[in-house]
């Protein structure tokens, strides 16, 4: 169960980030994936399903554009250094720290993913694509109600960002064992991002085993 989950993340990533919307000012796209969901900020004060501050200057845009359009052809490197040089002259934009978390987790660096995370969420803490990889830096060390804490409260403060509820189902079924929540969490994503066949199936067998348990629990009594 654990394995079908998890195991073809990294090698979706490029994939998973030319799906997002390039340019302007606006929500975010969902990742469809196995395993916890991450996705890249494509604009620098990116808040999922809000409207954003108007008054970005085309040049901050245009630098955090090229940075972004390097990660989204899978050249992590050259994004690395674009939004490193992007922070140096714009420091106080979240989302360059939010993407290098990204990039940083990927290349397995937990270390520098958390303080990239930190730098976000010091700049806003209710940033929702910050506390998403916060819940899944948590939960790839272990801390899994930490993690759950870091997912809630992106949910709170971003009812439609998607990506934090579907890691929270992940993280019940598979973590936490709470199947009927793991449910209900696969269900506000999908009304959220619509009919995702691989969650529908996740929902369908999760209703089933839960179902199962419930028999075994009153044929014991």
């Keep these: 169960m ?8 990294r090698g979706l990533v490029a994939l998973l980030v030319t799906m997002l919307a390039i340019a302007g000012c606006g929500g975010s ?3 469809k994936s196995s395993g916890d969901a991450g996705q890249a900020d494509r604009t620098p004060s990116e808040r999922a399903g809000s409207v954003p501050a108007p008054a ?8 955090f554009e090229q940075a972004a359009a390097s990660m989204a052809s899978g050249d992590f490197v050259d994004a690395e250094l674009r939004f490193k040089e992007f922070l140096l002259q ?10 290098l ?14 303080a990239s995370i930190d730098a976000a969420l010091a700049l806003e803490p209710n940033h929702p694509a910050a506390l998403n990889q916060l819940g899944m830096l948590l939960r790839r060390n272990g801390k899994f109600l930490e993690a759950e804490a870091a997912y809630l409260k992106a949910v709170t403060v971003s009812p439609d960002y998607a990506l ?13 064992q709470r199947l009927d929540v ?11 991002v619509g009919e ?6 996740w929902i369908s067998d999760l209703t089933r085993r839960l179902a199962a348990s419930q028999r075994t629990a009153n044929a014991a009594e």
């Design 2 to 9: 654990l394995s079908r989950r998890c195991t073809d993340k």
């Design 29 to 31: 796209t969902p990742v």
């Design 56 to 63: 970005i200057p085309p040049a901050v845009l245009t630098l």
């Design 90 to 99: 714009y420091p106080g934009y979240p989302g360059a720290h939010v993407n």
């Design 101 to 114: 978390a990204i990039i940083h987790a990927g290349n397995g660096d937990d270390e520098a993913a958390s």
């Design 164 to 176: 934090a509820h579907y890691n929270l189902g992940v993280l019940n079924e598979l973590y936490l």
């Design 182 to 192: 793991a449910i209900q969490n696969f269900e506000t994503y999908q009304s959220i």
């Design 196 to 201: 995702d066949e691989q969650v529908s199936k």
